[in-house]
């Protein structure tokens, strides 16, 4: 394990890259040895310095969850990262971009939980009795790292490249709609850009609610009612650019709107 001086170094690089639109190399080139706890570290330094900001954390992503995301990025282990209320914008509306260094969008199931989630094995029964609803999401990734280039560690102390997302489209129960069913189309500007499964998460978009829980676990945390998590993307994620259209379409579940500002 890296000590606290470098945690805290490269949580200074993370976090100034994030800030500055600037790009970095992926850390493990300075830091051979770094492992994915360590990545997690930087995770949590950088969030203890955005809380201290005022930034508030409202739930969780999961990334890397689909063969199509594991074989774009060449990683094989799904990531988990921190969703700051911060980064949410509205359905129908301008998704600001300008601070950003390569953006790209994916679409995904987002569920919302209803109550306190914990445990080291959670079956998807137990997560859908905690959630209140899923519902359609966007995510815009932008990564810090030269050309979308990382390794675990690195994409893990980056926050697992989170820079902005929507919810929209409609919000369904579990029960009255199959999670694992639902096709998804992403569309940039009329054109169909990218067609999933929800199922091509996991199998299940619950079972990465499941693996979060269990992650959340190991830490002596739990998942708290009201929290957002974001299963990640059933597609790969495609690049975006100023006065683009993206419109993500779920079956049953209605669409999302926005314009790449
Ligand atoms: C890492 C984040 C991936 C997802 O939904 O798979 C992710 C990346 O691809 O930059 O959020």
Redesign the pocket.
Known sequence: MLDAAAIAELADRVDGAQSNRRTIAKLTDDYPGMTVDDGYAVQDECLRRWQARGRALIGY??????RA?MI??GVDVP?FGLLMRDTCDAEGGAVPTAGLIHPRV?G?IAYVMARDLSGPDVSIDQVHAATDFIQPAI?I?D?RFEK?RFDLPS?VADN???ARFVMGGRMRRPGDVDPATIGIVLEINGEAAALACSGAVLGHPARAVQMLVAWLHERGRILPAGSVV?T??ATE?MPIAKGDIVCARFQEMGSINVRID
């Open positions: 992503k999961a990334g890397l969850t689909s995301k774009q990025m990531s994916e995904e995510e990734l990564s979308f994409v697992g490249s989170s974001l990640g993307a994620a």
